[in-house]
């Protein structure tokens, strides 16, 4: 009862990161709490092979749900197995990756449940409440907090009445760590009939295609990010290059991906990739409040932009005043010349 | 020979928040709606593709639009019928406003339920002022229909079953769900296409009852043109619990709204001399920051 848990996504008998982010933010939650984390996860011949890519992640208790007919994921079984397993649990969080997968089956649990649900949170954190209108007090209740009107404000979510609160974060906005501390480890393997309807295999899934990722985005140490100002889809070709004699990686505004000039797997910001890298070099963007929320947190901010007043530049630690297509060849060129 | 569908499209008018201007925030900090033009959810648009074409490849299938928003909410469905569609429904009612993703998916499906017969309800992924992808699911748990999301296209539908590819991380899936089902459809799919002339200059002034002015010039046109007068439901036309409407059904509640302000930092500016740019790699590799 009134535990923390987090919903395990699966590809086969892979599990997710963005699952284990959310296990070691929900493990801080849980602490400080003082209750227990919990995992679910439901596929097909997962046992024994998903547990050790989640209990080290400080999970106290993992409900591990292995049946035909669980993967590939379809929306129906894996909401019954949410809703009846919470309706046994009761639990006052549960955590889910604000994945396709994580936005099919988030909301519907929530309406099944009645519970409140907040989509791509930023940060999670516990407080306390007070009803302005009930003059009702609440403790302890999850802050879920996100942007909202295309991240232009930054809106706090509470859920005071109903349970679980709920909430989806994405890929890379938490940081998985091993667990630390000491937890429970129990795994648990319940009759998948007993939560799933038969009526609930309806849904058939008749080709499943998934590929490995292109590039790494969201963990490379270098970006090299291009904006609206690179104009076209070849102004991205000295980017790669930029990127390739760097070790790093091509990131995009939303601009730039919505005018064709990146593939949208390589967005950075609120919509897109989270990125924390060691040095982010951001050519021809402005900065608009979506796109920085999803790279604020690199170490070394360089803004390559011909506009002195571009907003990005008020984040920068160093600004290029110059267009990109003078700037980002001499950055090759001199990188070439002086790295060993 | 496949039966006529039954084809409701959930649409939302949204602030335009992709294209936000420096005028996009009051020095107060909060939104200025005013500065941000109000246009079709541009996912929605993709939705209404869709419907239009299955309208056209199976005989006698009917499109309409339904819509949940203020008065002027009703340039939603006329969007609709300049494209193709048959008929709307406009859900506007105090009641309704301040509603969460819940109460709306309640609004909305009490109004399907309404409409009644539906075959499929198709809508954007997600709205561009909330991007919470939750309504359509949401309208489907309370409907009790099975659901598919990010869908891109649907294949085929035969023998009651639809045939949809979707997206999926990182790849694409296609399944096979039985009709009645709601679909949520993708960025990534078909546009929309564009208004037809003939069908703008019929439906131009089409207007839901709260749209029009109380000295209309044109009162004789709605009254000869049964065609022009939109359907605007209320809470209680569609028999809804008003409790379960607006900020009343919403379990969420915002506890604080706050305009984002990032840390200024000390930045050093250069210029994009040669001295200058191979100043700053140096300075990086020396500091070990690149390798």
Request: glycine share 10%; charged share 25%; hydrophobic share 40%.
């Amino acid at each position: 009862m009134n535990n923390v848990f987090v919903y395990i996504e699966t590809e086969g008998t892979q599990v997710a990161e963005v699952s284990q982010e959310l296990l070691t933010k929900g493990r801080k939650l849980a602490d400080q709490l003082g209750v227990e984390l919990h995992a679910v996860v439901a596929g097909t011949g997962i046992k024994g092979k998903v547990e050790d890519q989640i209990l080290p992640y400080g999970v106290d208790k993992l409900f591990a749900f292995d049946g035909e007919g669980l993967f590939p994921y379809t929306s129906a079984p894996h909401t019954d197995i949410l809703v009846n397993l919470f309706k046994e649990e009761q639990p006052q969080i549960c955590l889910m990756g604000a994945t396709v997968i994580g936005r099919d089956l988030g909301p519907r649990v929530s309406s099944s449940l009645t519970s409140g649900l907040t989509a791509d949170c930023t940060q999670l954190e516990i407080g306390d409440f007070d009803d302005v209108k009930t003059k009702k007090h609440y403790d302890n209740l999850l802050y879920q907090i996100r942007p909202a009107f295309g991240g232009n404000i930054v809106a706090t979510i509470v859920n005071p009445d109903h349970r679980p609160q709920m909430a989806t974060v994405r890929s890379g906005v938490m940081q998985k760590a091993i667990y630390e501390g000491k937890a429970k480890n129990e795994v648990v393997y319940p009759e998948v009939s007993k939560y799933v309807s038969p009526e609930a295999y309806v849904v058939k899934v008749l080709d499943h295609h998934v590929e490995a990722a292109k590039h790494n985005l969201k963990g490379s140490p270098i970006v090299v990010a291009g904006g609206y100002g690179m104009g076209s889809k070849e102004g991205f070709d000295m980017l790669f290059e930029l990127a390739k004699v760097l070790h790093g990686e091509v990131g995009a505004s939303r601009a730039a991906v919505d005018a064709g000039f990146c593939d949208n797997d390589r967005q950075i910001g609120q919509t897109g990739v989270t990125v924390h890298p060691k040095v982010y070099i951001a050519c021809g963007i402005s900065g608009q409040i979506q796109h920085i929320a999803g790279m604020q947190d690199s170490k070394i901010i360089i803004s390559v932009n011909s506009d002195p007043d571009a907003p990005i530049n008020k984040i920068a630690d160093y600004v290029i005043n110059g267009t990109v297509e003078e700037v980002v060849p001499k950055l090759i060129k001199y990188y070439k010349q002086n790295s060993k | 020979m496949t039966k006529p569908l039954k084809i409701v499209v959930l649409a939302k008018q949204v602030p335009d928040t992709r294209n936000v201007g420096k005028d996009a925030m009051t020095p107060e900090g909060t939104v200025n709606r005013a500065a941000l033009p109000a246009i079709f959810n541009p996912e929605d648009l993709n939705a209404l593709e869709q419907a239009l074409r299955l309208k056209e490849q199976i005989q006698g299938s009917t499109v309409g639009v339904l819509t949940m928003g203020p008065p002027r909410a009703g340039e939603i469905i006329r969007q609709g019928l300049f494209r193709g569609a048959d008929t709307g429904w406009l859900l506007t009612d105090r009641l309704f406003a301040g509603a969460d993703t819940l109460a709306t998916s309640y609004a909305l499906a009490t109004a399907i339920k309404k409409i009644g017969d539906v075959d499929i309800v198709i809508g954007g992924r997600q709205a561009i002022d909330g991007d919470t992808a939750q309504v359509g699911p949401q309208v489907a748990q309370k409907l009790g229909l099975n659901q598919v999301t990010y869908a891109e296209e649907i294949l085929k539908i035969e023998n009651n079953i639809a045939t949809i590819r979707r997206h999926i991380d990182g790849g694409v899936e296609t399944v096979e769900v039985p009709l009645p089902c709601v679909i949520t459809v993708n960025g990534s799919a078909a546009p929309c296409r564009p208004c037809n002339a003939k069908l703008v200059m019929k439906y131009k002034y089409a207007m839901c009852p709260l749209e029009r002015q109380p000295e209309d010039p044109r009162a004789d046109l709605y009254a000869s043109r049964d065609y022009l007068n939109l359907n605007q439901w209320s809470v209680a036309d569609v028999d809804g619990d008003p409790n379960q409407c607006g900020l009343s059904g919403s379990p969420t509640k915002v506890k604080a709204v706050q305009n984002i302000v990032f840390q200024a930092k000390e930045s050093k500016t250069l210029t994009a001399s040669d001295a200058d740019v191979e100043g700053l790699i140096k300075e990086l590799l020396d500091e070990k920051i690149i390798g």
